[in-house]
């Protein structure tokens, strides 16, 4: 599952080795750090994702429910202060946008 926070962009998968555990995956060692300034960054392992952390699926729904309890803007994308990471998301809006308006013009959504 993809996560979109305005100090990072994180993917939680299962972690293979752990039923109650998660690998946190991110392409950005600084993201994954904002993400988890006190776990252990795992680098490498010839993967699409570079950065990882390891903890349970608890940790992370907290951390997941903490971030929404602390939304105070009122637009996502200018909350985003890192300018990579900015554009990254206007990428993606794009990316999702198109997608909406293509589902308008076919009717997929009906």
Request: proline share 2%; net charge negative; aromatic share 16%.
């Amino acid at each position: 599952m993809w996560f979109c926070f305005n100090d990072g962009f994180c993917s939680a998968v299962q972690d293979r080795a752990d039923p109650n555990g998660l690998v946190v995956r991110a392409r950005r060692r600084k993201d994954i750090e904002n993400i988890f300034p006190d776990k252990q960054v795992v680098v490498g392992g010839s993967t699409d994702y570079n950065y990882r952390v390891f903890c349970t699926k608890e940790e992370f729904a907290k951390l997941v429910a903490d971030s929404i309890m602390n939304i105070k803007y009122d637009n996502f994308k200018n909350s985003v202060r890192d300018h990579e990471l900015h554009d990254l998301y206007c990428d993606f809006w794009g990316l999702h946008y198109s997608y909406q308006k293509h589902e308008n013009e076919n009717g997929w959504g009906r």
